[in-house]
T-cell receptor, first 111, second 113 residues
Framework: DAKTTQPPSMDCAEGRAANLPCNHSTISGNEYVYWYRQIHSQGPQYIIHGLKNNETNEMASLIITEDRKSSTLILPHATLRDTAVYYCIVSSNNAGNMLTFGGGTRLMVKP | DAGVTQSPTHLIKTRGQQVTLRCSPKSGHDTVSWYQQALGQGPQFIFQYYEEEERQRGNFPDRFSGHQFPNYSSELNVNALLLGDSALYLC????????????FGSGTRLTVV
């Protein structure tokens, strides 16, 4: 599986958009980009995933560059409850594959 | 609909002892993966069970073993505990290998003294 690079920490003002970048320059053609987050004292939680096209759900938007070498997770209106560690993971859906977590980005949403 | 249930939530063991952690997957899920998370780090993959067989294994010694039962629940066993085994142990369930559908439990906090 390809590796990802994320900034270790970011701050965001409450109510503003949080834009979390992820570099995955060695991503393969059949590998998806997944985002999970982990709020303190809880297990990781699925946010969104995509292959090529931009994706949006009730939690966030995922913007993937045309060359697929990087992506950005966007939380449109961050709240204090969005304070968490955000993990960007790339993997194919082959049987037996698993989520491989890196260090993630610690997002602090401030009042 | 209950999510993933792990037990116990916390426990303290002595070096050299053995421990068993338990996981009940989310209803409808048939695959269970176990992760170890040391303080301040991301979860590290231990192994995955599917159809009662270990399908994948991460870089963990044989002291770590597991089992999946016909009802899809799972156990993680660690023998000859070391101080370095102190961590949060997370169980995740999914439907086969849908990586977007992993549901994690809140984990078992193991402290080895």
């Amino acid at each position: 599986d390809a590796k990802t690079t994320q900034p270790p920490s970011m701050d965001c003002a409450e109510g503003r958009a949080a834009n979390l970048p992820c570099n995955h320059s060695t991503i393969s053609g059949n590998e998806y980009v997944y985002w999970y987050r982990q709020i303190h004292s809880q297990g990781p939680q699925y946010i969104i995933h995509g292959l090529k096209n931009n994706e949006t759900n009730e939690m966030a938007s995922l913007i993937i560059t045309e060359d697929r070498k990087s992506s950005t997770l966007i939380l449109p209106h961050a709240t204090l409850r969005d304070t968490a560690v955000y993990y960007c993971i790339v993997s194919s859906n082959n049987a037996g594959n698993m989520l491989t977590f890196g260090g993630g980005t610690r997002l602090m949403v401030k009042p | 609909d209950a999510g993933v249930t792990q037990s116990p939530t916390h426990l303290i063991k002595t070096r050299g002892q053995q421990v068993t952690l338990r996981c009940s997957p989310k209803s409808g899920h048939d695959t269970v993966s176990w992760y170890q998370q040391a303080l301040g780090q991301g979860p590290q993959f231990i192994f995955q069970y599917y159809e009662e067989e270990e399908r994948q294994r991460g870089n963990f010694p044989d002291r770590f073993s597991g089992h999946q039962f016909p009802n899809y629940s799972s156990e993680l066993n660690v023998n000859a505990l070391l101080l370095g085994d102190s961590a949060l142990y997370l169980c995740a369930s999914s439907l086969d290998n849908q990586l977007w559908g992993y549901t994690f439990g809140s984990g078992t906090r193991l402290t080895v003294v």
